[in-house]
């Protein structure tokens, strides 16, 4: 395919796709993140059962099914529930306002039992009493309790194990505060989970006593009574022989309903089928509890009247009588049966929709929450929308002024990316996190950068004497190997974030690796191609329309020499922030160090401090962390309450507390994280971190030599760290957010150090006798304008997240700012630097550094000079092809290596009859050539088949 | 997090060494590995063999790292300079010549 149809093809396609991308935009609706629309993020740990030892894929997967059903019986729009990890899963309920309640709903393991009463209370002294309604509760069955917690765990792990197959547990493990006399943590099934819970405790709650309650005997809470508060359970528990006669599989159909029956209430019942195999055991047992209520009566059929209880998730939940007036032969099941327990309608619905979807096959840990409302969603979208769009001016601006004709190619290019990255958020779709956007931000530089290094070379090109068609052309031919690897490593590490990160962090990751993806097909194949098709234009005809009229003015900074001052700046920096880290330490937020976070504008004016505080410690919160915040769109009085990490009902607690003194205008945010979920955040950072030095070692090794690897990973671990330091400096809190911009980070600081190397790699073999710090001068000289312009532009778009993208972007924002400048000077003065150290101790460059500093009085000039003092430009096409070079070591000749090399770069399929061994004179440079060695050769090529050479500009053989 | 101090520290001490005569063995690379692992191991035995926690890091525990950096480039030195002479002259080394002074050698602009 010829240029010219190629680029047709190229701009039709961009077209078509523009098309395709605008009907997906207007078309399809974006799908917000919790962040920007508000609602109700729960993360579970999932922990294995007695019936699920191992919490394999599959149990997960079940889990989620069941999760998904809950769910759906909420009501709630767009839902997300996913697998995080190996163990983990993630709740996101899209317009919910209460967390506590999404939390019972969603993560109850939902697991319901029927017991026969009577026999199987345990009294204080640990055996049944049927007839004793101390012990049974008699009439009250089941609502008193006969003991507290602490006494039943007490009682129950006294009694010996049974093992039966009716048991519901293999034994349960509770820690125990003797001196408070309270249990402060379990039931767990085994002791490493109980004291996984142990750890979460305030510390002077962990030196707690563990019991264990052996299989056959059981704990359950009393049902609760009609003078607790809604959600205000009761404290009283009774201690049961574990002898279960029915199971929550033995039930279908349960439907909420009213009692309208004879006689009945019209309270909100639950009703419910059985299975057939629950018929049966249904009619055996309610015969067994009606013959002993029977036989027990003596004049009051009610005072005997003997009951069966429904526990569920130990709890009971009611403890009806059977009528054995009524039914002398138990309760016919056919019409299946129903629960009474003095339900509201939600309630009734609420255990309806658990019993219709099943028990979990797992147990879920909440580990994480957050509740978000929807003003601080809105205000976020905003913020993030206005960073991105003045991002994108600015990047705009900033090509336009510097590339003028090629930066309106280039804007284009930026404009159609973002159309096509919109509609692929849509079409896919990917749900737009604040997170992502901040990617979408960090792409549009990733995007503009590929277009500087290519126009810069463009200018390069054009500045060594080329025309404009052969600047381009080479420009973009020479820009592209560079561009390709400094892409591949961002998608690398972006597609390691995504993999290895936690969810918050995912969307960040997916967001930047499609974007980075997408800018490689705008900014390099669609711009080719409207300068392939221009080229020959007036437009582009001009070298004063590109910017590259002038001469570059020469940098001779001698960068090698000056490096040992920038490398002892660095190391007092580094030693600054370790001091700081010592002194200060990190300022690890609630994703780390887990902890309650909650965010309250209060309507109450001129309250201070001092009142909220004394107003938390009524709900045991006196120790909170308060302070006022700027959050104007919530309100003018908005506070930050930081506590230790507080289950989702004491949260409710507090917001309820702050709501009846001070008023709360809106939904609070909250957000809480335990300490696993916090560890599971550290821990996949570091993996993360890990895995991306260890990808782009590899990677680099394959397309450089592995001797560049290794500076690349120093610069690297340079770079990481003085970011680390900067924060324990200046107090930044570091949060999940500060990790995946760190990750980034990797892939920002890489990209410049991939275009110096690229370059260095590119000049080694046309500097054959140059020291190799001298070949890396003649580098740096030639890209530091390219490399600053990359940097510059990456760090625009961020600097506006910085500016406008409100409190969550700013965490991106600052932990990037710093670290792509800090990645521009390690490239420049700290990977450079130590790579040339390494290679100068090769036995090729000492040899040749010897006889340098022997041709010029002891000194190595900063830069290759020929006999008459200029700098020697590396021109290999003008080499003679049985005179390459002389070698260093004469009795060697030139490496292997380097003559390969050699022979690659001049485009000679066959090795020269012998190499030379003279000296070549230096040649000045030829600014009036306007032919690349590749045409050079083409044309006078013989091995070329015999092929006239083509006439590019109409495609056809001259 | 005192982990994370030393090694800083160990680093930023490394960033000095281009003022030595780069006689380390494998050179600049071999002194970045000895400061990092003597700082790691000489904090790791002056703390009793345990990480001190956030808490626990204070400027004293990050600067535990200096004295083992130190020790670290001593050694990486002395193999350099062993096995230097084991080769005769400066086989591992920059020259011996008046312009090779550091690591990243003289040079003149």
Known sequence: ?958 | MALFGWIMMGIAIWHFTVFLPDRFWAGIVGAFVGSVIGAVLFALIVSGFSLPSQDDTTVLTVLYAVPGTLLGLGAVWLIGVRQENAEGGHEGGTPSTPGASSAFGRSAA
């Open chain 1, 1 to 958: 395919m010829t240029d010219r149809r190629r680029n047709f093809f190229i701009l039709l396609l961009v077209a078509g796709l523009l098309a395709g991308s605008l009907a997906v935009i207007l078309s399809k609706p974006t799908r917000l993140g919790l962040d920007l629309r508000g609602g109700v993020e729960l993360v579970y740990e999932a922990r294995p059962t007695q019936q699920q030892p191992v919490v394999d894929q599959e149990a997960l997967d079940r889990a989620i099914d069941v999760m998904r059903d809950r769910v759906d019986a909420l009501g709630v729009s767009e839902p997300e529930i996913q697998r995080s990890g190996s163990d983990q899963i993630l709740v996101g309920l899209p317009d919910v306002e209460n967390a506590e309640e999404a939390q019972q709903q969603v993560g109850q393991v939902a697991q319901l039992f029927f017991y026969d009463w009577e026999p199987n209370v345990i009294g204080e002294d640990g055996k049944t009493h049927p007839r004793d309604p101390e012990v049974t509760g008699g009439q009250s069955a089941g609502s008193l309790g006969t003991m507290s917690l602490y006494d039943a765990v007490q009682v129950a792990s006294k009694r010996p194990a049974v093992d039966d197959r009716n048991n519901t547990h293999e034994g349960l493990f509770y820690a125990v505060d003797e001196k408070d006399k309270e249990v402060v943590a379990g039931p767990e099934e085994t002791r490493e989970d109980l004291q996984k819970d142990v750890d979460e405790l305030p510390a002077d709650e962990r030196n707690a006593k563990v019991y264990e309650v052996k299989e056959g005997t059981v704990i359950i809470r009393a049902e609760q009574r009609d003078n607790l508060k809604e959600n205000q359970k009761s404290d009283r528990w009774y201690v049961l022989a574990d002898n279960v006669a029915l199971r929550g599989t033995d039930i279908k159909n349960p439907e909420q309903n009213y009692d309208n029956g004879p006689g009945g209430t019209g309270q909100p019942i639950v009703t419910f089928d059985f299975t057939d195999q629950g018929r049966k055991t249904w009619k055996e047992i309610t015969r067994e509890i009606a013959r002993r209520g029977a036989s027990q009566s003596f004049g009051n059929p009610q005072a005997a009247a003997q009951h069966f209880a429904i526990v569920l998730d130990n709890e009971l939940i009611s403890v009806p009588y059977i009528d054995f007036v009524q039914n002398p032969n138990g309760i016919d099941a056919s019409n299946g049966s129903q629960i009474t327990g003095g339900f509201t309608i939600e309630s009734a619905q609420e255990l309806s929709n658990l019993l219709k979807t099943g028990a979990l096959p797992v147990k879920l840990e909440l580990i994480s929450q957050s509740q978000v409302s929807a003003t601080l969603g809105q205000q976020s979208l905003d913020q993030g929308l206005l960073a991105g769009a003045a991002g994108l001016g600015i990047v705009a601006l900033f090509l336009l002024i510097f590339y003028r004709i090629l930066g309106v190619i280039a804007v284009t290019a930026l404009v159609v990316y973002s159309l096509y990255f919109y509609a692929l958020i849509k079409l896919i779709p990917i749900t737009l996190t604040l997170p992502g956007i901040a990617g979408l931000i960090l792409t549009i530089g990733v995007a503009a950068d590929a277009n500087i290094v290519i126009f810069e070379r463009v200018k390069e090109e054009i500045r060594a004497g080329r025309s404009v068609t052969q600047g381009l052309a080479a420009g973009y031919k020479k820009g592209i190997g560079a561009i390709i690897d400094a892409n591949v490593v961002t998608i690398m590490v972006a597609f390691i974030l995504f993999v290895l990160a936690t969810a918050g962090v995912k969307g960040f990751a997916f967001t930047l690796g499609v974007g980075t993806m997408v800018s490689l097909f705008t900014a390099v194949l669609f711009t080719q191609a409207i300068v392939g098709t221009l080229g020959h234009s007036k437009a582009l005809g001009r070298p004063s329309a590109l910017g590259a009229e002038k001469p570059r003015k020469e940098i001779a900074f001698d960068f090698m020499g000056r490096s040992k001052w920038f490398f002892s700046a660095s190391g007092v920096i580094l030693l600054v922030c370790a001091l700081a880290i010592g002194g200060k330490g990190l300022d690890l937020g609630i994703d780390f160090e887990s902890g309650t976070r909650i965010r309250a504008a209060i309507e109450k004016p001129n309250v201070n401090e001092d009142q909220i505080r004394d107003a938390l410690a009524t709900v045991g919160q006196s120790e909170a962390e308060i302070q006022r915040v700027q959050e104007p769109e919530l309100g003018r009085n908005v506070f930050q309450i930081s506590t230790e990490n507080l289950r989702p009902d004491q949260v409710t607690r507090v917001t309820n507390t702050l709501d009846q003194e001070f008023g709360v205008a809106g939904e609070p945010n909250t957000q809480s994280i335990g300490p696993t979920f916090g560890e599971t955040v550290a821990k996949s950072a570091i993996i993360a971190i890990i895995a991306s030095l260890l990808v782009v070692s590899v990677y680099l090794a394959l397309r450089f030599e592995w001797k560049y690897a290794v500076p690349v990973l120093i610069a690297l671990m340079h770079d990481l760290l003085i970011t680390a330091g900067i924060y324990a400096l200046i107090g930044q809190e570091v949060t999940a957010g500060t990790v995946a911009a760190l990750l980034t980070i990797l892939g920002f600081s890489l990209y410049d150090t991939i275009i110096v190397f690229d370059r260095i790699r590119e000049n080694v073999p046309r500097m054959p006798s140059a020291t190799f710090s001298q070949v890396v001068n003649r580098s740096m000289s030639e890209v530091i304008v390219r490399s600053l312009a990359t940097s510059f532009t990456a760090a625009l778009p961020v600097l506006m997240l910085f500016l406008f993208g409100g409190e969550t972007l700013q965490d991106f924002a600052i932990a990037l700012l710093i670290g792509t400048l800090s990645g521009t000077y390690s490239s420049v003065f700290i990977a450079s630097q130590v790579l040339t150290a390494w290679k100068e101790r090769e036995p090729i460059y000492r040899r040749r550094r010897q006889r340098v500093m022997a041709e010029n009085g002891g000194v190595v000039p900063a830069y290759a000079t020929g006999n008459a003092g200029k700098i020697v430009d590396p021109q290999p096409s003008r080499r003679s092809r049985g005179r390459l070079t002389a070698p260093d070591d004469p009795d060697r000749g030139v490496s292997r290596e380097e003559f390969d090399e050699m022979v690659r770069d001049l485009h000679v399929d066959q090795p020269p009859a012998r190499t030379a061994v003279q000296d070549p004179e230096p040649e000045a440079p030829r600014p009036g050539a306007d032919a690349s060695p590749d045409d050079l050769f083409m044309k006078d090529d013989k091995r070329n088949g015999g092929k006239k050479p083509r006439n590019k500009r109409h495609g056809r053989n001259r």
